[in-house]
């Protein structure tokens, strides 16, 4: 088991993203998972990402508070213990259109041929 604790978790920024704060809670170290990394998004109001799609799908679960995912020009609210995947290759927008911060749990798989 490895056992991490939310002080210790390290920041990262994520490309084309703004007004988030990214810890990451698992993934990329000795002993940590092997087929995916846990980040914890923090997004303040007005803050969001995309639109752009990635090689790898993507799970996201809201925590607390709201996101807005953008698809296809169709808006889905995601509430607290929503949550949704992403697949590979689907353009999407996130926006925090509310004036509370959005706390979001992103599940992603590790990039091809990186593995801690």
Not at 63 to 89: F, H, N, Q, Y
């Amino acid at each position: 088991m490895l056992l991490k604790r939310f002080a210790d978790a390290q920041p990262y920024d994520a490309p084309n993203h703004w007004g988030v704060a990214g810890l990451r809670l698992q993934g990329f170290e000795d002993n940590g998972p092997e087929n995916q990394w846990i980040g914890f998004s923090q997004f303040l109001p007005g803050g969001g990402a995309g639109p752009d799609a990635t090689p790898f799908e993507k799970v996201y679960v809201v925590l607390e508070g709201e996101m807005t995912v953008t698809i296809d020009g169709t808006d889905t609210v995601l509430r607290a213990m929503d949550s949704c995947t992403i697949p590979p290759g689907e353009v999407r927008k996130i926006a925090n259109h509310s004036n509370h911060v959005c706390k979001m749990l992103v599940v992603i798989p590790y990039p091809d041929g990186v593995r801690p």
